[in-house]
């Protein structure tokens, strides 16, 4: 995909160029990218990854291959029909938008190749886990062009439409619980005399080993947990506190609530207003 044009240059946006330019899956010169407002920010994503902004007749929207959707859900459909006039029916979709069902891109984008996905802010590290489901007539080639893209920004996993709503409260909103928790964390051990530099450089490194070990041991958490957890000992008694405190349920809400959200995000902006 040679020129891919970005509606929306907001951070999912951001992280998205950061993490094509920087792994070099695409070359910067043939990104592109344009907003409703803000120059600042335009300007700031030029000046950081060397890509192009759109012009205001936006004739670079009429040569995209690739169009990638990333304003708020409740944005798209004024996105969409500003842009809709200018694309050629070749011009492949890709959505990172939460909720919005890809019927919704096609009723208004017209019937083409649509992606539609949900990556991470991690992204900006190629370190996204993203879930990407597809509509019924995307070519073979630009689904392997689209998943080569997401596979270089971290990776990617092709699941039913429906599933990304799930995947939206796991793993598209999961870097915030675990930002959510490092603060608690964080909170914590400096209530217990820890200094915070050296609180973040303990807390930074327990997150990452602990996935690592995940990663590479490719054990049950449940067992990894229980070999940190000596009987009668330290981790027991933190355990137990989390446990007293609902934290299964919490953890259960927080998904059910995040994907419920996106469900509803789908309802409030799945629909083409009529024209008439
Ligand atoms: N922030 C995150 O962690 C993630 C966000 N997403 C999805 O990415 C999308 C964007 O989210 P954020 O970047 O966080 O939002 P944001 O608010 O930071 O960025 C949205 C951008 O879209 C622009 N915009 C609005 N209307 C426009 C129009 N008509 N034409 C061109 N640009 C327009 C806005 O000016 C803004 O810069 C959302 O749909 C969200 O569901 C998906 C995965 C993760
Ligand atoms: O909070 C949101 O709605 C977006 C979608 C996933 C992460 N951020």
């Not at 891919?4 to 240059?9: M, S």
């Not at 500003?82 to 890709?94: A, S």
């Not at 990617?156 to 793993?171: G, N, P, Y």
Request: charged share 20%; hydrophobic share 40%; glycine share 8%.
């Amino acid at each position: 995909m040679e020129k891919i044009v970005f509606v929306g240059a907001g951070s999912m946006a951001e992280a998205v160029i950061a993490g094509i330019c920087k792994q070099k899956s695409v070359d910067s010169s043939s990104v592109y990218v344009m907003n409703r407002s803000d120059d600042d920010r335009l300007r700031h994503l030029q000046e950081s990854y060397g890509i192009s902004l759109v012009s205001s007749n936006r004739n670079e929207l009429k040569s995209a291959d690739l169009i990638v959707l990333a304003t708020k859900p409740k944005d798209v459909q004024v996105a969409m029909e500003q842009i809709v006039p200018l694309i050629k029916k070749e011009t492949v979709v890709l959505s990172v938008l939460a909720g919005v069902p890809i019927s919704a891109i096609e009723l208004g984008l017209g019937l083409r190749g649509i992606a539609r996905s949900m990556p991470n802010t991690s992204a900006a590290i190629g370190k996204s886990a993203t879930g990407v489901a597809w509509n019924s007539i995307i070519d073979k080639k630009d689904k392997q062009q689209i998943l080569t893209l997401l596979g270089s920004i971290g990776i990617v996993v092709e699941v039913e439409e429906d599933q990304l709503h799930a995947v939206t409260a796991l793993s598209g909103s999961g870097p915030a619980y675990v930002y959510y928790l490092a603060e608690a964390l964080e909170k914590a051990a400096i209530q217990a005399g820890i200094d915070q530099p050296i609180a973040r450089e303990l807390i930074i490194q327990t997150l990452d080993g602990a996935a690592s070990m995940m990663q590479k041991t490719q054990e049950e958490p449940d067992i990894l947990r229980k070999n940190v957890t000596s009987p009668g000992g330290t981790t027991e008694a933190g355990i137990r506190a989390l446990s007293e405190g609902g934290f299964q349920e919490a953890v259960q809400s927080c998904i059910q609530g995040a994907e419920t959200r996106s469900r509803e995000l789908g309802k409030a902006n799945g629909k083409v207003k009529s024209s008439s």
